[in-house]
């Protein structure tokens, strides 16, 4: 069993799973507001005199939609438009360009009327218009020709091409790989390593894997699984198992054939990313490596949350203490965290000092975390501060946490901007070895609710964990 797998999809306070996944009221939310958006684009590009049907597809269609895990990230959603019409010889017919332009000027008029629709992308993109939202989202509309005698489906795109695509071939090709406990395992899959391309391609955008790619892989990956699933396999074990088979098949060959047009590589990462995707494919495979060797859930957390960042939840605990293999004692004494409150970035205006935890703290304070006595970190030790946000207000606005670390970062500074329980971990390595660790819980509130709890002391929670290789 996982070591960690409490953390990907148990009972853990907070677990991946839910990190990254999309409440009801927010697939409601996208859901009507996609709805609304194909009537008006159905009602009025019926005017050409062809008829126009809509389909949902991408993430939301295959059930393994994630949220926007980092700051000015977006939900992803893709509404496809379709044009009926037989073709027929001697017929003249609209060219892929006439129907783009048709669609984007349709998607200016629905701009007029509707507020929440920011900006539609301009110039279109080369296979599809995209419309961005307020509220953190867009929809992408990639319109097509449907021939409703055959059944098929070629892409316009940009440039004047038709382009041989079938989303609804890959869709069923998708929902017949799995069913039942099985898919639902299978998304969950797909939305971890959806998650870690969001925030493991930081400042390589074109180096980032896209979602089919994900999917297609995964999918494929495991339904050759079956030996391994035969009596079940946790989340956290079935990961590690895609990820070395990923590594594994990708180092052969680059290609992913569209499973349902061999003709189709599904893979787009120019030449010159490549090296830049497998050498983060690369890490990610170190990462599952040394989890599947941790001993023990707080070491395997430390592992993938180098693969996850801040999205990797860490066990409920106030600090660790890791202890050296052959003495069993404590390698160092784990460091005090002094939290300074106050007013202004300068902390001029000081409200107040905490320790190890602020038990109350209002919106839009500034804290200065320091270490109260970094006599107790060796000298080239990294230091790696991370925020893990929680709660209602942190999800609405996607901002679910960063991290920043160095030799010798003895403090840091971060603002108050959402109500809820958050925490700020202290993870002291060295040569890539976990020495210690704190969790700092940081409960922020609304003025309203200041002073309603007051805290009551309590004993820490301390958890011990052998020394783990090196990572
Ligand atoms: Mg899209």
Not at 173 to 196: D, H, N, P, T
Not at 211 to 229: D, G, H, K, N, P
Not at 372 to 397: F, H
């Amino acid at each position: 069993m996982g070591k960690a797998s409490r953390l990907f999809n148990g009972q853990a306070e907070q677990t991946l799973h839910a990190k990254v996944t999309p409440s009801t009221e927010q697939r409601d939310f996208l859901q009507q507001r996609w709805n609304n958006l194909a009537d008006h684009l159905k009602a009025r590009l019926a005017q050409h005199g062809y008829g126009i049907s809509t389909w949902l597809q991408g993430s939301y269609k295959y059930g393994t939609l994630i949220k926007p895990v980092k700051w000015g990230d977006q939900y992803d959603v893709d509404l496809g438009l379709y044009f009926e019409w037989e073709p027929q010889a001697g017929q003249p017919e609209p060219a892929p360009g006439q129907l783009r332009t048709w669609v984007q000027r349709e998607l200016h008029s629905y701009k007029e009327n509707a507020p929440e629709l920011k900006e539609v992308a301009e110039p279109a993109k080369e296979r599809c218009s995209r419309a961005i939202f307020t509220r953190r989202f867009h929809i992408d509309t990639p319109t097509y020709h449907l021939d409703p005698q055959s059944d098929k489906r070629r892409l316009a795109t940009l440039s004047g091409k038709w382009e041989d695509s079938d989303p609804k071939a890959l869709y069923k090709w998708f929902k017949k790989v799995q069913s039942g406990a099985e898919r639902e395992q299978m998304r969950r899959l797909i939305r971890y390593l959806k998650a870690w391309a969001a925030v493991a391609f930081e400042g390589a955008d074109d180096a980032r894997p896209s979602s089919i790619v994900l999917t297609v892989l995964t999918a494929q990956i495991y339904e050759s699984m079956w030996l391994e699933r035969f009596g079940g396999i946790d989340d956290e074990d079935a990961l590690i198992l895609v990820v070395k088979r990923m590594y594994a098949r990708l180092t052969e060959s680059a290609e992913v054939w569209n499973p349902v047009n061999r003709k189709e590589n599904l893979n787009r990462i120019s030449a010159a990313a490549w090296p830049v995707f497998m050498t983060r494919l690369t890490a990610l495979l170190d990462c599952a490596d040394a989890a599947e060797a941790a001993h023990d859930e707080f070491a395997a957390a430390c592992a993938w949350s180098a693969a996850f960042s801040y999205l990797m939840p860490l066990p409920e605990t106030d600090l660790v203490e890791v202890e050296q293999d052959s003495t069993r004692m404590a390698i160092m004494q784990v460091p005090d965290v002094r939290i300074e409150v106050a007013e202004d970035v300068d902390f001029k205006t000081s409200v107040n000092t905490h320790e190890n935890e602020v038990v109350e703290v209002a919106k839009n304070r500034w804290l200065r975390f320091s270490i109260a006595n970094p006599q107790l970190v060796p000298p080239m030790a990294s230091i790696e501060w991370t925020v893990r946000n929680d709660g209602a207000d942190a999800e609405s606005l996607g901002d679910l946490g960063h991290t920043q670390g160095g030799i010798g970062l003895h403090q840091v500074v971060e603002r108050t901007a959402y109500a809820g329980k958050q925490y700020m971990d202290l993870v002291i390595r060295l040569n890539g070895t976990v020495y210690a660790a704190r969790r700092v819980a940081v409960h922020i509130r609304d003025n309203h609710q200041l002073g309603q709890k007051r805290a009551t002391p309590r004993a820490w929670l301390s958890l011990r964990t052998r020394k783990g290789r090196r990572r």
